[in-house]
């Protein structure tokens, strides 16, 4: 049997980053009323300070097989770009379970395939927005250039190459060192250390933070409501469906809720009941300003990725963002300078001729990831009915929000047409 409606349905979207926000976009849109809630500012976790790039070739998952190889280096050595620390945490060790079982070949093919579908929509739906909205967001599409430290991780990467070429990915091309540099010619001195790089001409970058502040303004423009600044405490369930949130302000009552939370979406699960295997994934970044014409010739016009450091270089008008590591140290956003000084290191290294000042503090972020690398996008067994997940996106948390937030909207427009 349908109800009729006379109002527009409510819903609560909990998370005020890229992909909460990106979700707000799309219910708005779609003719919802929309309430927005985040302990923080609009775009301040995660999607802050990212590293801007828009992957939507470049998917390969963090959990596959080479996984195994490196784990003395990523439990032992001090400055190893991906780091496990181990802890007394439950949570850290479960996931970290899930993470090694799914290193295998298999399961990382089957991954790149549902990322590689996710992207592409993800791609058409950000254009789009782009277009109707004019976001100011330094949005720029030069390509992605991926550097290999050495002739094994270059061989893996063109196989990747070849299973995104089946899958039906945008054009790619293996380069050598030399043709790495006629592309990019800010390489110059350092191309012929690497072995290789793949070049994805089709990519881009942006600044996630000025995506997020823009949909902020038009969306409560558009009479969005967002509830900043507090905190979500528990659910008030009725049989089979979420009623309401019960929050720092009191109760938000609405129709449809979407769990965004970045990493807190594992607590707030955890409070229905519900296992999200999300953890944080840390990673850092430093922006370096060019506004000298020799910092702007110095600096790389595409976007580059030193693979060997899981470094990106993205450029955003006239600022060159650097950003890298993977740490799986639990809720903890400290900055070690020797983090920051790695940044530094890396990027004189890369482009010596890049005069290196800017933000010397820099940033670090918790990317909410799964151990198989696949994002929680709809519903999930054992939930409320009225409840869906866009969560755990971890690095491609810029790349895939838009994408995620139509599936999301789709999925709630589907359910209410059977309620």
């Known amino acids: 049997m349908h109800t009729t409606h006379t109002s527009p349905r409510h819903a609560v979207v909990i998370g005020a980053g890229i992909i909460g926000l990106s979700t707000a976009w799309c219910l708005q849109r779609d003719g919802w009323r929309v309430t927005v809630i985040d302990r923080d500012a609009p775009g301040q976790g995660a999607s802050g300070g990212n590293g801007a790039q828009l992957s939507y070739s470049y998917v390969a998952p963090l959990a596959e097989p080479s996984i195994w190889r490196q784990l003395p280096k990523l439990l032992l050595k001090a400055d190893s770009p991906l780091k496990f620390r181990l802890q007394a945490d439950a949570r850290q060790w479960a996931w970290g379970l899930r993470f090694l079982a799914a290193c295998r070949a298999d399961v990382a093919e089957a991954t790149t395939a549902q990322l590689l579908a996710l992207a592409a929509e993800s791609r058409a739906a950000f254009e789009q927005l782009l277009r109707t909205e004019s976001l100011d967001c330094d949005h720029s599409t030069t390509g992605k250039l991926v550097l ?4 094994d991780s270059f061989a893996a990467a063109q196989r990747q190459l070849d299973l995104q070429r089946r899958l039906g990915c945008q054009p790619q091309f293996a380069l050598t060192p030399q043709q790495c540099t006629d592309i990019e010619p800010t390489l110059a001195d350092f191309a012929h250390r690497v072995a290789g790089g793949i070049h994805t001409p089709s990519e881009g970058a942006a600044d996630c933070l000025k995506v997020c502040e823009g949909l902020h303004s038009r969306l409560a423009e558009r009479g969005v409501r967002f509830v900043l600044g ?12 979420i009623a309401a949130i019960d929050t720092d302000v009191g109760q938000l009552v609405a129709d449809a809720f979407v769990l965004a939370a970045g990493t807190d979406s594992a607590r707030l699960g955890s409070l229905l009941g519900l296992d999200v295997p999300v953890y944080p994934l840390k990673g850092y970044s430093i922006t370096l300003p060019l506004e000298s014409p020799a910092a702007a010739s110095a600096a790389p ?9 899981k470094v990106v270089f993205a450029r955003l008008g006239d600022r060159l963002r650097v950003a890298g590591m993977a740490e799986l140290v639990g809720e903890n956003l400290s ?3 020797s983090r920051i000084d790695s940044l530094r290191a890396t990027t004189a290294d890369v482009f010596p001729h890049l005069p290196i000042m800017g933000d010397t503090a820099g940033w670090a972020g918790l990317r909410p990831a799964t151990p198989t690398g696949r994002p929680l996008v709809g ?6 009915a009225n409840l869906m997940l866009n969560t755990g996106h971890g690095a491609l948390g810029f790349t895939l929000a838009m994408g995620s937030a139509e599936r999301v909207t789709n999925a709630l427009r589907e359910s209410i047409s059977l309620a």
């Open 148 to 151: 290999y430290p050495d002739s």
């Open 230 to 241: 507090s905190r979500v405490k528990g659910w008030a369930r009725e049989g089979n469906r």
């Open 301 to 309: 016009k595409l976007s580059v990725t030193d693979l060997g450091r």
């Open 335 to 337: 900055i070690p300078p």
């Open 379 to 384: 519903s999930v067994p054992g939930a409320p």
